[in-house]
């Protein structure tokens, strides 16, 4: 599998920034293709813009939530249908802002990858510590328990999944430490195993995914995709300006 990179815009773009950014990447993209996916998450209102600015470019897009049902009595939520209507490719599920906007929990960020692995939405799960974990020692106990409760009950029949490392107090918005790559590795390694125990080696080499999240930036991004554990990267505040996104895509 490509390493992937995903741009994870939050809030911090207009619609009409959204669309503006999505055409400037595209369209150098389309110039100078790299070995490498993209994909971008913006927020839902410009999701369509967004989907037409990277038509026929590589530049994959991503959602950065979904609803756990197909339809029905959810007032403001956003169907699986809907984002794949949109060619959505990719959902990101259980972001720690929203763990600690919202409340999710393991159980609900479950429903949620279940839904997308239902209807052929690649999840891309985020998982982490929190400073006062890490400082307690509870770092591998918090990444098995998580794991261990989303994915719980959950079959993988030939489909993509991709898991994010993202400690809370290495993103920019939760701290924004910087994250040693030895931990960054490390962590990834916990992972991995918990992935084999419930999966089996060959499932997690053929369709598991582990990507790094934290405060990446075209000055730090290659100390962790040189780490051959890590496929990929998770990036949020760095993705929102077209010249340092694709300063960064051209790192890897
Ligand atoms: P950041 O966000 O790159 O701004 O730290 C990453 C994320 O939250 O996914």
Known sequence: ???????????????????????????????????????????????????????????????????????????????????????????????????????????????????????????????????????NGQKDYVLIQQLNEILEGIVIQKQRVIVAYEPVWAISGGGGVHADPKEVEYAHEVIRHVLMDMYGSIEVNSFFQIIYGGSVSAENIHLYTNLPQISGVLVGSASTKPETFLELIGKI
């Open 1 to 135: 599998m490509k390493k992937i990179i995903v741009a994870n815009w939050k809030m911090y773009l207009s619609a009409d920034e959204s669309k503006d950014c999505s055409q400037r990447i595209a369209d150098s993209l389309v110039k100078s293709p790299k070995n490498l996916e993209v994909a971008l998450c913006p927020s839902f209102i410009p999701m369509k813009d967004v989907a037409l600015a990277v038509r026929g470019s590589p530049v994959m897009l991503g959602a950065q939530d979904v609803f756990w049902e197909e339809k029905g009595a959810y007032t403001g939520e956003v169907s699986v249908m809907d984002l794949k209507s949109l060619g959505c490719s990719f959902v990101i599920a259980g972001h720690s802002e929203r763990r600690k906007f919202f409340q999710e929990s393991n159980k609900v960020i479950h429903e949620k990858v279940r839904m997308c692995l239902l209807h052929g939405l690649i999840p891309i799960i985020c998982v982490g510590e929190d400073w006062e974990q890490r400082r």
